[in-house]
Structure formats: C-alpha cells, structure tokens
T-cell receptor
C-alpha cells in the first residue's frame, strides 16, 4: 500500500546533538512538507519542497535543515541550534500543483524528546 | 494576530449534545478551508472540506462565512468517539507557498 513512513517514531536526544528524522513516501508525490506540533498547539510549517533538489523555508525553519535528493525522501535534521526541539514532528506529501486538504497525506509522526 | 485562530477549549459535552466550533482567519485571500480531526498523539486526518454553500456529512455540518471570515463545524448527537481535537485548516490563494495553515485546534471531550 502507498503511504508515508516516518522513522523513528520515538527519539531521545541529548542537548547539543543533531538528529535526523526520516520521511519516505511511495505515492509518487512531488511536494513534501515538515510540520512541528507542540502540546495544545496546531501544526507549524518548518520546510517544504515542491520538487526534487529544491526546498523552501516555512514559518519556523531556524535550527532545522532538510534535503531533497530523491523524490521519495525528505529527511529533516534538527540541529543543536534549535533551542527547544522537544515536539511532535509530522511529515506530509501531496501531488504536484495546488495542495488541498483532501490531497495531502500525513505520516504517523515522530516524537522527539531532548534529555 | 494569528492567521488562523480557534478557541482551544476543552469543550466538555454529554453524549447526544450538539456542539459547535468556530474558526476565524485573518487573510481575506484565503481560498480553501477544511476541518481535520486529530486524536491524541496521532497524525491529523481530514474530516471534511468547507464549501461556501455549506455542506453536511452525516452528523457533521460545516459552514463558511466569507464576510466575517470564519468557518464553523457543528456536530449533532455527539458520540464518545467524537472526542478529539478539531483543527481548522486554511489555504491562501495566490501565494508562492503552497502549504496548509493550521489553527491550534479545539479539544472536544464527550462524556457519558
């Protein structure tokens, strides 16, 4: 079945370490997104990519980096520069063209905790 | 001012009650609107799109008021299984950024 796979589901990081969250999709979607969610909050856009080898900053890109070397993969690195990285991270994808609420697919999310 | 605002709740209602949530948006260029449901520690899932003429899906009714820039979700005959957080989602028209903007969500707790 087609879908989006995020890994790991739970990750613990020591302060000062970089960590990378994986996101893979086999839906043949051109666009991919990373969102962050804090408790009791909505999703905030970190980075998005409309096409391979291209990506754009979202609303809260500071302290994060991404790459889009392959269409199916959009890994997110949480760097040590991110001061408060403990959160729920969601990856999503959508077909090319205008994104819509009924054409975006979410992964199951990754929980990152800084210890 | 946030682009999309919701009352966080929680809304505590008994089974069988009718409950309504509103969501306001600040950008008049907003074009598309949706309600998502998110269960605790899970990814959000599309509940329904919101059309200008209003639309209904079983016990759920969504309305859009462009003049006042808000959308609403009405749930009739609440079930225990309706307990979740409901996220309002907006897509802006004519922006280079093609991504969904989420509200912070309204938590609903249906009690027996």
């Amino acid at each position: 079945d087609g879908g989006i796979t995020q890994s790991p589901k739970y990750l613990f990081r020591k302060e000062g370490q970089n960590v990378t969250l994986s996101c893979e999709q086999n839906l043949n979607h051109d666009a991919m997104y990373w969102y962050r969610q804090d408790p009791g909050q909505g999703l905030r856009l970190i980075y998005y990519s409309q096409i391979v080898n291209d990506f754009q900053k979202g609303d809260i890109a500071e302290g994060y980096s991404v790459s889009r070397e392959k269409k199916e993969s959009f890994p997110l690195t949480v760097t040590s520069a991110q001061k408060n990285p403990t959160a729920f991270y969601l990856c999503a994808s959508s077909p090319s063209g205008a994104v819509s609420g009924n054409t975006i697919y979410f992964g199951e999310g990754s929980w990152l905790t800084v210890v | 001012r946030k682009e999309v605002e919701q009352d966080p709740g929680p809304f505590n209602v008994p089974e069988g009650a009718t409950v309504a949530f509103n969501c306001t948006y600040s950008n008049s260029a907003s074009q598309s609107f949706f309600w998502y449901r998110q269960d605790c520690r899970k990814e959000p899932k599309l509940l329904m799109s919101v059309y200008s003429s209003g639309n209904e899906d079983g016990r759920f009714t969504a309305q859009l008021n462009r003049a006042s820039q808000y959308i609403s979700l009405l749930i009739r005959d609440s079930k225990l299984s309706d307990s979740a957080t409901y996220l309002c989602v907006v897509i802006r028209q004519g922006t280079g950024r093609r991504a969904l903007t989420f509200g912070s969500g309204t938590r609903l707790q249906v009690q027996p």
